[in-house]
């Protein structure tokens, strides 16, 4: 099982900001990598696939970039809607699709 | 537009049983591989189940193996996970998902989540 580790835990960032969330996985998953954000009470949002392709609709200050076990989120001018958590899942060696343990962005 | 409609949550007993369900609409249903996701009270989001567009194929997390089925009928455009032997830890939101296009397991689209509490 391919196990995904996110950092930080919490990220405190102020709103306009640039925000950089990473993601590590224990093998390389390729660029086979999703990002989603989930905001409370509402189920989550697919943000980027592909590791660097934003889901339709998805702003353009959402970027994903890397590949192999090293992966990155970036935001690049925080708004006041973006602040939620942030998970990865990869997506290359399944079963089991396993996603990260997640990254809360909170207001500094 | 999209939509999936989770149902079928509630309380029940260790060891018993619930059926849960999802139904689909605004896109062509029997196109698209779907998928359960559950998170426990405060924590992360954990896959579950998967299942081919057709049924033919399935594919499970290893906490559930054995004890929930992933199911659909493509005529209704709807999901099922039957989850039996249930225990504590299956105590969580469980969400249906659609994959993407061509089997890819990422999830475009998900339903607002059914709680389903396991309690004596």
């Known amino acids: 099982e391919i196990v995904m580790t996110q950092s930080p835990a919490t990220l405190s960032v102020s709103p306009g900001a640039r925000a950089t969330l990473s993601c590590r996985a224990s093998q390389s998953v390729s660029n086979n990598l999703a990002w989603y954000q989930q905001k409370p009470g509402q189920a989550p949002r697919l943000l980027i696939y592909?590791?660097?392709t934003r889901d339709t609709g998805v702003p353009a200050r959402f970027s994903g970039s890397g590949s192999g076990t090293e992966f990155t989120l970036t935001i690049s001018s925080l708004q006041s809607e973006d602040f939620a958590v942030y998970y990865c899942q990869q997506y290359n060696s399944w079963p089991p699709l396993t996603f990260g343990g997640g990254t809360k962005v909170e207001i500094k | 537009q999209v939509q999936l409609v989770d149902s079928g949550g509630g309380l029940v007993k260790p060891g018993g049983s619930l059926r849960l369900s999802c139904a689909a609409s605004?896109?062509?249903?029997?196109?698209?591989?779907m998928g359960w996701i559950r998170q426990a009270p405060g924590k992360g989001l954990e896959w579950i189940s998967y299942i081919s567009s057709v049924g033919r194929s399935v594919y499970y997390a290893d906490s559930v193996k054995g004890r929930f089925t992933i199911s659909r009928d493509n005529a209704k455009y709807s999901l099922f996970l039957q989850m039996n032997s249930l225990r504590a830890g299956d105590t969580a939101v469980y969400y249906c998902?659609?994959?993407?296009?061509?089997?890819?397991?990422?999830?475009?689209?998900w339903g607002q989540g059914s709680l389903v509490t396991v309690s004596s």
């Open positions: 605004g896109f062509t249903f029997s196109d698209y591989y």
């Open positions: 998902a659609r994959g993407r296009l061509f089997g890819e397991p990422t999830f475009d689209y």
């Open positions: 592909g590791a660097s």
